[in-house]
């Protein structure tokens, strides 16, 4: 099943969703980073919570990045999302060794760590990005999301997010949920969107059965009639490319590039999002100097 992210908005009440069934987009990143079970589920959750919400942006180029630090021994996790949900990121210390809560629950709360912020930057091509910071719950992520909701927008909302890692370190499979209460939400749609999502329980167990991100927010809103908006296929994308690495070589000024030919003779940057490696020879670096 190919991943992809759905919005419904109630027919009947003013709740808004999203859903996310990203497998191979989770998968990609750890092959990337080679990240351990741990750290795999942090990212993959950290993940597909930024894909849901650039995938709200109404601004074709906005973006928006999610920064956690926890001070946990994962150390920080950056992820950043296009408009349309593609997302990319990486966590600072992908080889942590096993953490669980109980045999096969990973204590992704404990790797990340509660002593820190989670902070949301969205750009959406204005002068100055919008910024919100609130202090982590719980470390689980979807915890957090949901408190930075309340806290920074004053959006009551349910967020839930899964990563189920097999037995060969593999992403067997990995999805979430976001609902949101609209104004005029009143105590009775509070109730059942309580009861969905603790009928629902957690998203792992749904997401094994093989459901798609639209039967998910289905059986969570169930309460509801349900109105799909859109549905849309999304990946793990980053868009780094040679011209961009050399934008950012000449930025460091004539000074700096000298002292680099002068001592290295040569660079080589890796890109932190997806590990790709770009190399520049001393003739290279000698035609970026000779350009500024």
């Known amino acids: 099943m190919a991943d992809q992210i759905v919005r419904v908005l109630a027919k009947d009440a003013p709740v808004k969703a999203s859903a996310i069934s990203a ?8 092959q990337i980073h080679k990240t351990l079970p741990v750290a795999t589920a942090a990212l993959g959750r950290a993940l597909m919570g930024c894909s849901m919400m650039g995938n709200q942006l109404k601004e074709q180029n906005g973006t928006v ?5 926890g001070g946990g021994p994962l150390g920080s996790i950056t992820v950043t999302s296009d408009s349309a949900g593609n997302v990319r990121g990486y966590v600072q210390n992908g080889a942590v060794e096993l953490m669980e809560k109980a045999p096969g629950k990973l204590d992704v709360g404990r790797a990340v760590g509660t002593d820190g ?3 949301v930057i969205r750009d959406i091509g204005l002068k100055e990005p919008y910024v919100g910071r609130v202090g982590l719950l719980s470390g689980e992520i979807a915890d957090d999301l949901t408190a930075y909701f309340a806290e920074s927008e004053q959006i009551p909302s349910a967020c839930a997010l899964g990563v189920l890692v097999d037995t060969d370190q593999s992403v067997r499979c990995a999805g979430g949920y976001l609902i949101q209460l609209l104004p005029g939400a009143d ?4 109730t059942k969107v309580e009861q969905g999502v603790a009928r629902v329980g957690a998203v792992t ?3 094994k059965e093989g459901i798609s991100a639209l039967e998910l927010v289905r059986r969570v809103l169930s309460d509801f009639e349900l109105e799909v908006l859109e549905e849309s296929p999304v990946e793990y994308r980053c868009y780094c490319s040679r011209e961009r690495v050399t934008r950012a070589l000449v930025s460091l000024g004539r000074e700096e590039l000298r002292a680099l030919i002068d001592e290295q003779g040569e660079a080589e940057l890796t890109c932190q999002f997806c590990d790709r490696v770009y190399h520049y020879d001393r003739g290279e670096l000698e035609a970026l100097l000779a350009s500024i």
């Open 23 to 30: 497998r191979a987009l989770v998968e990609r990143a750890r």
């Open 65 to 69: 990045t999610l920064q956690i630090k």
């Open 117 to 119: 912020t989670l902070t």
């Open 187 to 190: 105590d009775g749609v509070i």
């Open 205 to 207: 167990a749904a997401l």
